[in-house]
């Protein structure tokens, strides 16, 4: 689960990031419901390991007794920074929109806290220079913090002797594993965003499309990473490895495996790379299937370790309890409500970014009438 969810909190930040640097103006609309998934997604990931500790308190011992050789701290640094750098990223195109809603409440709890958020923004050249100063410097910082936090994630595995954990491929494994999941997510958001908020006029088809063509390359990369970790493995023929590969493709974590290849490759391929196929809701189903085949890839590649560890002991199996299964629908059901919380708050849709867009593309229009069509 805490990979799971560390995984889904990169593609916001990323896409936002990258979509922003490039310029492409079908951003606008994605850009804040994206952002937003990164960071409440980070205190779910962190917040499993606290709830598998049973003592939350004792997380402090890694901060007291720490060491930095330990993979441990620097995923705890890692994610501590990747937290902080997004939450500031998420916040800095807020303000402006902020500032809107903080001029059309009146009174209350609300108009306090728009106060207080807003900064005194009021619209000034130099305020909108500083603005836009700070998303671009911001949208630089974020992407390497962002690719490092999975990398140092996937140590965790990989700096151990563990079968088919110690690889050097699973940095860039986890990275793709994060961005395909992260993908997932925010489409499945954005549907159900669409369908609640009726904001079909800002969550288009066209945004659906390109994401879906993102989703399908990764698709294909995802694909690439795991036959090459796994045909590594095969030919390199340590027992101790074998015997985690072999109950992975035959064993009793076959299904897991298989089920994770149809929902991870078969499912989302078929749908979209069809054009036909790659509507709003192909792409959606696609989306569901990846984050189910994305669970199961963490599962796959956590408990069958685990279960043959290189100790001279019987081994057993392990299947989620009842209470594990709560803790996860705990978790979906809690992102739910804040970020549906958020939406209530705060336009999930940037406003004067999207007023900056139609202006732009209204000054591109008027431009082009008087190329062609000039004024006698």
Known sequence: NFVFFIGISHAGTLISAILRLSKAEWRRSITRSAEVITVLVLFFGAGNILIDLGRPDRVLMVLWHGRFQSPLLWDVVSITTY???SSIYLYIPLIPDIALLRDRVKGGFRKRLYQVLALGWVGTEKQIHYLETGIAIMAVTV???AVSVHTVVSYVFSMTV???WHSAIFGPYFVAGAIFSGIAAIIVAMAILRRVYHLEDYFRPVHFNYLGILLLVMTCLWLYFTFCEYLTVFYGAEPAHLTVFY?????????HFWIMVLTCFVIPFILLANNKTRTVKGTVIASLSVTI?????????VVPTLMHPRLPYETGAYTPSWVEWSILAGCFALFTMIYMGFTKLFPIVSIWEVQEGREKALGE?????RTYLPMP
């Open 143 to 145: 992407l390497p913090i």
């Open 162 to 164: 563990q079968p088919m």
């Open 293 to 301: 085949g994305m669970w199961l890839e963490r599962f796959t590649i």
């Open 247 to 255: 109950e992975k493709i035959r064993g009793q974590y076959a299904p």
């Open 83 to 85: 937290l902080t750098a």
């Open 365 to 369: 229009v008027e431009e082009r009438l």
